[in-house]
């Protein structure tokens, strides 16, 4: 049997790892009921390490940082590794989500993140710095957030595409 030390030892390390956290859309919603309104809040959070792992998460309750909280865990439990070249993005990738379309487009040095406030916070969650985009459709922001990680995930660097074939491309 496993001593349990080694077991926190490993439990503390994954967490030693820096996640940066964006509050993308808090939304409050109200019910009628025998009393007046009851309100209740929905978050939408993205979180990242800005190495290549990045997570969207939603979380509901009845106060906001509740709310908030529950989507940071929510995020951390759906991570998603993302292919970075450097700074930037491998290609061009449109991501496909709802109604939303998410054109994304490597950029050179210098000129960092050309994004709105959406698909920003994925992106530099992601760690990319350097990138132009464009949303097409629905601007809603759930929609355009899951378009973005989609489009981030759907990325392969030159070499996963060589090893994935297995042929040289020039």
């Known amino acids: 049997m496993a001593s349990p030390r080694r077991h926190d030892h490993r439990r503390h390390e994954e967490n030693q790892e820096e996640w940066t956290e964006?509050?993308?859309k808090?939304?409050?919603c109200?019910?009628?009921v025998k009393g007046g309104r009851r309100f209740s809040f929905s978050a939408l959070v993205v979180v990242g390490n800005k190495n290549g792992k990045v997570g969207i998460g939603f979380g509901k309750a009845n106060e906001v940082p509740p709310s908030v909280q529950k989507a940071s865990k929510d995020a951390q439990k759906l991570m998603k590794k993302v292919s970075l070249k450097g700074d930037t993005i491998p290609h061009e990738v449109i991501g496909?989500?709802?109604a939303t379309k998410v054109f994304?487009?490597?950029a050179s040095p210098g000129t960092g993140v050309i994004?709105?406030?959406s698909v920003r916070a994925v992106v530099e969650a992601a760690g990319v710095k350097n990138i132009l985009t464009k949303v097409y459709g629905s601007t809603n922001p759930i929609n355009v957030t899951?378009?973005?990680l989609d489009g981030l995930v759907k990325m392969r660097r030159k070499e996963e595409v060589e090893k994935l074939r297995g042929v040289k491309i020039d």
Do not use: D, E, L, Q
């Open 22 to 24: 964006y509050v993308v």
């Open 26 to 28: 808090i939304n409050r």
């Open 30 to 32: 109200s019910t009628v």
């Open 96 to 98: 496909r989500f709802g």
């Open 104 to 106: 994304m487009k490597p």
């Open 115 to 117: 994004a709105g406030s």
């Open 146 to 148: 899951k378009a973005a």
